[in-house]
């Protein structure tokens, strides 16, 4: 709806513009009484809110004329004269409303309502579109005379994600609200209440402080927000994160209750320094690869609270990283793959099929304990399994990853190595059920830890990320991707089987040999030591440093070479 003012305070215009546009109405402002008076007889108004204390010609003379070409808009007089014999005045000449200032927004705003409720009105507040109806006073939606529920603006969080009443976990959620106006965008939870209508209550008083100015955007503190808001998003949208519950705690410790507002980049420099050089766990300095962990993990915190409007800008943006010593190159040789294959058997050879997938297959160890016989396709035609409400193809002998690390689905290809390990397992189980399990074939993600342990100590393999050259779980994915450089696979196929979402990802798995890179270097030397330079028919350039030594004739290349040194 559209509303003329007439105000020539450009602070309390400006207040009261605000304030109407964020509620959705058009606004029109004029700054004198003749400009007012011009408006009004020149577009059709749904109401006019009208200061008497007006340059070149006073607000109720503005009234007067008003109401003589167009009697039924309603009006509002909003000023400072307080007095009982202004008020008639006033009311006589034809206002339907009457507000002294200082003034409340909030009760401007139920004044307003009020007047174009009642009218009288010459046009319907009510917009329709077949059987559509939008009530533009309430704002409400009805199809057939049936009203339909918009997305309300204080609503309940669970775990990160909004629910709906009637939710297992309702009566534990917390309340939220979520709206835009004047310019804010404000995402925060509602402390200290319990119903809706107390929840109601403390956005109208958040609304209510923007429409005064008094607005403070965000006084969210970090570990509040860590708490409630990131790390219950990353235990329902990230596979690693235990990795985040465990880093959140020393930036906790750090940051503690300052709110997110006021967390300079400087006070970033002081969290990075103290974490340079301290011991670790596992009895080392932590380098500079660590520390940028951390720091990649704030910058997510940060991320979703701009994200979210409660930071204007993300500090660790300004912040530098810390110099890293190189992607992690370890990877098994063939010699030691023979070793540790040699060594799992015993109590150890619970762990020689998952080995021997892991080498194979590139598959995680989350992958891995995740495998069920139903992901694998051991006919000879292709079969489908649900996937996030849609079939996937699973191929010929291959098997499906369900979901890898960037929540998509992958389909590997079995060899013959594969294939038999497998059908040894589904033996054992009848095909059914999880491929690997802790009561059928001992293996968890316990039993790999601490086997994988025992057997590169068996096999004389450096083990651990702290030993000098050793190794760990995950670098056996490492080693399918640089066996498949080592035989000439293209890049892409390897992406496509280790599930990277990008060749970069894939160079930092796939290393080049020692064995491929001593025949790159070999090839210099099947030409001998001379270097052939071919002739022309054109004269070489004169040099009192050039010796022609002789010539000779080259019969694969079937053509004449002069030798100069």
């Known amino acids: 709806m559209r509303i003329l003012l007439v105000e020539d305070e450009e602070k309390v215009a400006r207040f009261i513009e605000r304030g109407l546009v964020a509620e959705r109405f058009a606004v029109d402002v004029a700054e004198d009484g003749v400009a007012g008076l011009e408006l009004a007889r020149t577009y059709n108004y749904d109401l006019m809110i009208l200061d008497l204390l007006l340059p070149r010609m ?6 007067r004329r008003v109401r003589l070409s167009n009697p039924n808009i309603p009006i509002l007089i909003l000023t400072a004269r307080d007095t009982v014999a202004d008020k008639v005045e ?20 139920v004044r307003i309502k009020a007047l174009l409720r009642r009218g009288p009105v010459t046009r319907s507040s009510v917009l329709r579109v077949g059987d559509l109806e939008l009530d533009r006073l309430s704002q409400q939606v009805k199809r057939s005379g049936k009203r339909i529920e918009l997305t309300s603006k204080v609503f309940k969080r669970y775990k990160g994600r909004r629910i709906k009443e009637g939710h297992p976990e309702w009566a534990r959620a917390k309340w939220w ?28 008083g958040v609304r209510e402080s923007i429409y005064n100015g008094r607005f403070n955007p965000s006084t969210e503190q970090f570990s509040n927000f860590v708490d409630n808001i990131y790390l219950p998003w990353a235990r329902n949208n990230k596979k690693s994160f235990a990795h985040d519950e465990s880093r959140a ?40 690869v660590t520390v940028n962990r951390y720091l990649q993990l704030l910058s997510k915190v940060f991320s979703m609270a701009y994200d979210n409007g409660l930071v204007d800008s993300n500090p660790c943006k300004r912040v530098r990283k810390e110099k890293e010593g190189g992607r992690r190159e370890r990877y098994l040789t063939h010699q030691e ?20 997938l892991a ?11 995740g495998l069920r016989f139903e992901h694998i396709n051991f006919g000879e035609l292709p079969m489908f399994h649900p996937v996030n409400g849609r079939e996937v193809e699973i191929f010929p002998d291959s098997l499906l990853v369900v979901e890898s690390k960037n929540g998509k689905p992958r389909k590997i290809p079995m060899n013959r190595i594969v294939r038999e390990t497998l059908i040894g397992l589904a033996r054992m189980s009848d095909y059914q059920g999880e491929v690997f399990s802790y009561s059928r074939n001992g293996v968890s993600d316990q039993t790999i830890r601490s086997g994988f342990r025992k057997a590169c100590a068996a096999a004389k393999i450096p083990y651990g990320q702290a ?32 599930g990277h979402s990008s060749p970069n990802m894939t160079r930092s798995y796939a290393h ?23 002739s022309t028919t054109s004269q070489p350039p004169k040099s009192r440093h050039r010796h022609v030594i002789g010539v000779k004739t080259v019969d694969w290349l079937r053509t004449e070479v002069t030798v100069t040194l």
């Open 177 to 204: 609200m979520e709206f835009s106006l004047g310019g804010h965008y404000v995402f925060r939870p509602i402390r200290d209440v319990s119903t809706r209508s107390q929840a109601k209550r403390a956005e109208i």
């Open 337 to 356: 793959e023979g070793r540790l294959m040699e060594v799992l058997k015993g109590d150890l050879s619970h762990l020689a099929p998952a080995v021997t």
């Open 512 to 534: 080049s040999t020692h064995r491929v890179l001593q025949e790159a270097v070999n090839k210099l030397d099947r030409n001998g030591d001379d270097v052939l330079v071919p």
């Open 90 to 109: 006033n009311f006589e000449a034809g206002t339907d409303d009457y507000l002294t200032k200082p003034f409340a927004f909030a009760e401007l705003l």
């Open 58 to 63: 006073e607000g109720t003379e503005v009234l």
């Open 359 to 369: 080498l194979r297959t590139g598959m995680r160890k989350a992958e891995l304990l």
């Open 467 to 498: 030993a000098a050259g050793g190794v760990v779980w995950h670098d056996l994915r490492h080693t399918l991707a640089t066996w498949l450089r080592e035989k000439g696979i293209a890049e892409i196929e390897i992406m496509e089987l280790m």
């Open 249 to 288: 705690k020393p930036l906790k410790g750090f940051f503690g209750t300052l709110e997110l507002r006021k967390i300079p980049p400087m006070l970033i420099e002081e969290f990075k320094i103290s974490m340079k050089g301290k011991t670790t766990q596992r009895g080392t300095d932590r380098k500079g």
